[in-house]
C-alpha cells in the first residue's frame, strides 16, 4: 500500500472508526506510571528450572530489559523493579503518544517483552527458551508527587515482604519440608474485628519483618538525583507507611 492510498483512506468514508477510539488520556498534572507483570511466571520459572527463591541470572536479564525500555524511550526517568515485576515513570510533562493510557502501557509491555526473548540467549545461553513468555501491564495515574512516592514505598515494602516470605518457604522446603507444610509454618492467625455475635473474624496472612535496603521512596534518596528532581519533583517528607488513600 502506497502513501496517496494511506491518505486517500485516512479522508476517507472509514475515517468514522476513529470515534470508536477509547479517550484514556492521562491529564496532566498526574505522573504516569507503567507497572507490568509477569503472567504466568510460577510456570515459566518452573519450566525453565530458575533457581529459588531468586535466580539472579533471570533478575538480571529482567534488569537488562528495563534499562532497554529507558533508552528506547527517553521520556522514562525512573524504574524499579522486582521478581517479575517493573514499575516505569515517566517524566512530568511526558507528551509520549499523546498521554494515552492504552497506547503507553501497549508500548511499554510489547517492546519490554520482545526485548526479554531477545537477550534471553545472552543471559541463558546453554538453557533453551521452552515457549514465549508473557507480560501485563497497568498504567498508574499518580495524582501528585506524594501520591507518587507512596506508590513506590508501597512496591518498595512488598518487594521486601515477598522476598523475606520466599526466601524463608525456599530454605524450609530445602530443609525437608513439603511445599505446604512450609506454607502452614509461615502462615498467622490476626484476630481483625469481632461478630454482632461476639465471635472473632480471622484471617491469614504472611509474616513480615523488616528489612534494610536503600529506600527509593525516601526524601534524601530522591532528592540527591537532580534529574529525578527535575523532571518529577522533590519529595518534602519521609514517610514511615504507605497511605492506604493513595494505593
Same mark, same amino acid.
Given at each position: 500500500m502506497g502513501e496517496n492510498e494511506l491518505v486517500e483512506m485516512a479522508n476517507s468514508k472509514y475515517e468514522y472508526v476513529k470515534s470508536y477510539e477509547v479517550e484514556d488520556e492521562v491529564f496532566l498534572p498526574n505522573f504516569i506510571v507503567v507497572q507490568i507483570n509477569g503472567r504466568g511466571f510460577k510456570r515459566f520459572s518452573q519450566v525453565h528450572e530458575f533457581e529459588k527463591p531468586n535466580d539472579e541470572v533471570a533478575l538480571n536479564l529482567m534488569?537488562?530489559?528495563?534499562?532497554?525500555?529507558?533508552?528506547?524511550?527517553? /521520556? =522514562? %526517568?525512573? +524504574?524499579?523493579?522486582?521478581? /517479575?515485576?517493573? #514499575?516505569?515513570?515517566?517524566?512530568?510533562?511526558?507528551?509520549?503518544?499523546?498521554r494515552r493510557a492504552?497506547? =503507553?502501557? #501497549?508500548?511499554? %509491555?510489547?517492546?519490554?517483552?520482545? %526485548?526479554?526473548?531477545?537477550?534471553?540467549? @545472552?543471559f541463558f545461553?546453554?538453557? @533453551?527458551?521452552?515457549?514465549?513468555? #508473557?507480560f501485563h501491564a497497568q498504567? *498508574?495515574?499518580?495524582? #501528585?508527587? @506524594? =501520591?507518587l512516592q507512596s506508590y513506590l514505598l508501597w512496591r518498595q515494602t512488598n518487594c521486601h515482604t515477598n522476598n523475606l516470605h520466599n526466601t524463608c +518457604?525456599? @530454605? +524450609? *522446603?530445602?530443609?525437608?519440608?513439603?511445599?505446604s507444610e512450609a506454607l502452614? +509454618?509461615?502462615?498467622?492467625? /490476626?484476630?481483625v474485628k469481632h461478630r454482632e455475635n461476639g465471635s472473632p473474624v480471622r484471617r491469614l496472612r504472611k509474616k513480615s519483618s523488616i528489612v534494610h535496603s536503600k529506600n527509593v521512596a525516601g526524601k534524601c534518596f530522591w532528592n540527591?538525583?537532580?534529574g529525578l528532581m527535575k523532571e518529577l519533583g522533590s519529595f518534602t517528607n519521609d514517610i514511615g507507611k504507605v497511605e492506604p488513600d493513595y494505593v
Open positions: 534488569n537488562s530489559c528495563a534499562i532497554c525500555v529507558s533508552e528506547e524511550f527517553p /521520556d =522514562v %526517568v525512573f +524504574l524499579y523493579g522486582f521478581s /517479575d515485576e517493573y #514499575s516505569f515513570v515517566f517524566k512530568k510533562t511526558s507528551k509520549f503518544y499523546q492504552s497506547k =503507553v502501557e #501497549s508500548i511499554i %509491555v510489547s517492546f519490554f517483552t520482545s %526485548v526479554y526473548v531477545m537477550k534471553w540467549r @545472552e545461553p546453554h538453557k @533453551e527458551l521452552r515457549y514465549s513468555p #508473557s498504567v *498508574i495515574s499518580c495524582a #501528585s508527587i @506524594e =501520591v +518457604l525456599w @530454605e +524450609l *522446603i530445602k530443609c525437608g519440608k513439603t511445599e502452614e +509454618l509461615l502462615r498467622v492467625i /490476626d484476630i540527591n538525583h537532580t
